[in-house]
């Protein structure tokens, strides 16, 4: 496809697309983890207990200490977010800068809360850059609700994620879908 014909509306995916976010969740879970049981969470339950999206993920870890559980989770990767924990290893933003710069329109679908997806996108100063932020706490947990509450809005966009089982729940709803895998 060349790039005329190619739309100027993009939505991208966060964790794994933008920004490999993977070592600074875990770290976060385990300090969390640590803080509510005092103890550590082995690594085959981090992995077996991961979910489509960061809210079910808690769930499936700490059930009865839920909500304590997201409070703390986010304070821990802010706090890790802020002590550059987080990197831009593929200089994302100066890439996306330059998209805005070309005239595209830019949105995000997170599977992230909105209070650590907002963080993230202020740290690396991007915030500005997305006409609309879907984060997984606006949407009863379900990044499919979002699209189906408006399908055919979403015609006219570009998804770029890192999940393959997307791609194929959600190729209904956009122009095309591209599965990206930077790291």
């Not at 600074?24 to 550590?40: L, P, Q, V």
């Not at 987080?86 to 070309?102: A, P, R």
């Not at 706490?137 to 509450?149: A, H, R």
Request: aromatic fraction near 14%; hydrophobic fraction near 40%.
């Amino acid at each position: 496809m060349n790039s005329e014909s190619m739309s100027k509306k993009i939505v991208w995916d966060l964790d794994g697309t933008l920004f490999d976010t993977w070592e600074t969740h875990c770290e976060a879970i385990r300090k969390t983890y640590r803080r509510i049981y005092d103890a550590d969470i082995s690594m085959a339950k981090l992995i077996c207990s991961q979910a489509a999206c960061l809210i079910d993920t808690i769930w499936n870890i700490f059930k009865d200490n839920y909500m304590e559980a997201l409070l703390l989770y986010q304070d821990m990767f802010i706090a890790l977010v802020s002590a550059n924990k987080l990197e831009d290893k593929i200089n994302i933003s100066e890439k996306l800068y330059g998209l805005v710069n070309q005239g595209y329109e830019m949105c995000l679908l997170t599977g992230r809360d909105k209070k650590t997806t907002e963080f993230i996108l202020r740290h690396f100063s991007i915030i500005g850059l997305f006409e609309m932020i879907y984060s997984i706490d606006e949407c009863n947990n379900s990044k499919k609700q979002i699209l189906q509450q408006q399908p055919d809005k979403w015609k006219e966009y570009i998804y770029i994620t890192d999940s393959k089982k997307e791609v194929y729940d959600y190729r209904n709803f956009f122009s095309e879908i591209y599965f990206v895998k930077w790291f």
